[in-house]
């Protein structure tokens, strides 16, 4: 033990460590924690990277990310979008499989694993829609799969929409595997027979995206979710509630010991409707913005601890593709990897959100759900992934600076405070001062499930 020479030395650190900030060196061998304490306890390093009283967080883990790539490239790829994670201080992200192809089996799981293993920067988990046949859901579970996507929103998967009793039996057989379902909760029924009667009406504007996905639509998907999953022992996960009902019921449903857990985006905190009418077609998303009473109640979640995670919906497009006449063309979904951490140190710094329910929202809790093992922690023994911080860094967002291809934001020329320095990925060096320094597929892929 005493002539050994670890990897990496982090020194003058101050880490969050089980809700303490304390000033430390942090040493880092086979890409885990080894130790943290004093400077002069430590052993050897070969590297040594001076943190110069910068904030160290656990690296950050964003469970809703669409990376895109194969068919949808143009938009997105594994480097860019992983590059965007780096960026923004994430280490680890799950990405959606609304993609082309959909992820929805092993063979598609398989290949989209294959082509990230090769360009990722940080670690990426995959969902899976749900297959054609349930039957499958065990392998796509075997094969590494975090969890299953069930868009409620409109027809991906392979799982009939209209039918309770199919998606009773799908809760039922993801109820015998370790992983849980996260839901996009939006009734389509509802959204279809709205928007066709807009449309008939020539109705192409916000006012009428907004009354199409009207607050009913989520309501009424979370309780027909809640309902037809009642009796199963299948974990639900609600993605990007956006209303006070809807979160209501998902309170409920937690005070009467239901496994189900659920999300929030920086987007539904910080824009409303009003943006939404002021900007137009860029701000167009799924769920829409809401009112302002709406992100109030997201809010009160937030500091009453019933919301469980925040995340990004890092969901790139074109600028072509989000500038639309009419809105019912617009693709919905903006890029957020870049400004979800910048966004939110600066809610810290307004003394809207505490720093340990954003390391709770960004980090414990999205490993816990996703049973992400080894990270969302900064301790001895878990993974190096980490996230040094400038809390004192005063800067306008400037999305022509992204990594990600999408280069707008709704944010953009926003002034925040705290800025992203370094990430750091088991231990390895990847975004120094804004800038990519690791090589594609330094970062690697997880797998979810009891794996
Ligand atoms: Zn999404």
């Known amino acids: 033990m005493h002539n050994l020479v670890i990897d990496l030395l982090l020194t003058n650190a101050k880490a969050y460590v089980k809700k303490e900030i304390v000033d430390c060196s942090i040493a880092v061998e086979n890409g885990e924690i080894l130790k943290v304490g004093k400077e002069t306890q430590m052993p050897k390093a070969d590297d040594k990277i001076s943190l110069k009283n910068l904030l160290v967080l656990p690296g950050l883990i964003d469970v809703h990310v669409h990376l895109r790539d194969e068919g949808k490239a143009y938009k997105e790829d594994f480097y860019t979008g992983s590059s965007a994670a780096a960026a923004g201080g994430f280490t680890t992200v799950l990405d959606m499989p609304n993609n082309d192809p959909v992820t929805m089996s092993p063979e598609t799981l398989r290949n989209r694993m294959r082509i990230a293993e090769r360009k990722v920067l940080v670690n990426v988990g995959f969902y899976s829609e749900f297959p054609n046949k349930l039957e499958k859901i065990g392998d796509i579970v075997a094969e590494g ?20 009793r199919a998606l009773n039996d799908a809760f039922v ?9 996260a839901v996009h909760a939006e009734d389509r029924d509802f959204i279809m027979s709205n928007a066709r009667e807009l449309k008939a009406a020539k109705r192409d504007d916000h006012a009428a995206f907004l009354r199409a996905h009207a607050e009913q639509a989520e309501l009424k998907a ?3 979710v ?32 239901r496994a189900v857990t ?5 987007n539904h905190l910080l824009l409303s409707n009003v943006d939404f009418e002021r900007i137009g077609s860029v701000l167009a998303m799924m769920p829409p913005l809401r009112s302002k009473t709406n992100a109030d109640a997201l809010w009160k979640g937030i500091s009453e601890g019933s919301v469980d995670v925040l ?41 809207r959100l505490t720093l340990d329910a954003l390391v709770r929202l960004l980090a414990e ?19 190096a992934d980490l996230v040094a911080i400038d809390l004192k860094k005063s800067y306008k967002i400037d999305a022509s600076k992204f990594h990600s291809k999408a280069k707008y934001s709704p944010y953009n020329e926003w002034e925040v405070q705290g800025k992203p320095i370094k990430t750091l ?17 330094s970062g690697g892929v997880i797998r979810g499930g009891a794996q």
């Open 145 to 164: 799969a975090v969890g299953f996507k069930l868009f409620m929103a409109d027809q991906v998967g392979g799982l009939n929409l209209n039918d309770d």
């Open 173 to 181: 057989k993801v109820g015998e595997e370790a992983v849980p379902v």
């Open 222 to 224: 979370v309780e027909r």
């Open 226 to 257: 809640l309902k037809t999953s009642a009796d199963t022992k299948a974990r639900v996960h609600f993605c990007h509630v956006t209303t006070e009902e809807g979160l209501g019921r998902v309170v409920q449903a937690k005070e009467s010991g």
């Open 262 to 266: 659920c999300e929030v985006t920086p």
């Open 311 to 351: 995340c990004s919906d890092h969901a790139p497009h074109t600028k072509d593709e989000k500038s639309t006449n009419s809105i019912w063309d617009a693709k919905v979904g903006v890029p957020g990897l870049e400004t979800t951490l910048p966004l939110m140190l600066t809610m810290v710094k307004k003394n």
């Open 365 to 383: 809790k999205p490993a816990e759900i996703f049973n992400i093992k080894g990270r969302g922690r900064l301790l001895q023994g878990m993974k």
């Open 425 to 441: 990925v088991s231990g390895h060096l990847v975004m120094d001062e804004q800038e990519i320094v690791a090589k594609p597929g």
